[in-house]
């Protein structure tokens, strides 16, 4: 599954970088699936953990382009990409907590935030 959000994850950028628009990736998961499904990875959520994954890179760049590391760390994102920008399983926290040792990392929804911002 690695490889493959991997790959996608790197397809959508290049797609959004040019601004095509992705309406769908991965399957629709039904029934017959499970009884066809010959090889490969899947998963219901795929588009989901593909943009948690892009997330996770806009954060850690963010994160990068810091003089210092403070102990707390606070982004405001665009409310509805809030679990998006948390990851699947609070993965995206716990990563960034891991790499850069933040004892809090806050990610704020705002209803007007277009795109991901640092405050501290």
């Known amino acids: 599954m690695g490889r493959t959000l991997d790959a996608l994850k790197h397809a959508l950028a290049l797609f959004n970088q040019f601004n ?3 309406i769908r990736i991965g399957v629709q998961p039904d029934r017959s699936l499970e009884e066809n499904l010959v090889a490969g990875p899947f998963h219901p959520s795929l588009r989901y953990l593909v943009d948690c994954q892009l ?5 850690v ?3 990068l382009s810091l003089n210092r590391m403070p102990n707390k760390i606070l982004f405001r994102v ?6 998006v920008y ?3 399983k609070r993965e995206n926290i ?19 935030c277009r795109e991901i911002e640092l405050v501290a």
């Open 55 to 59: 997330s996770l890179d806009s954060m």
């Open 94 to 112: 716990r990563y960034i907590q891991d790499r850069f040792g933040f004892n809090e990392v806050f990610l704020v929804g705002e209803e007007l």
């Open 61 to 63: 760049e963010k994160i």
């Open 20 to 22: 095509i628009p992705v």
């Open 78 to 83: 665009p409310r509805n990409s809030l679990s």
């Open 86 to 88: 948390t990851g699947n």
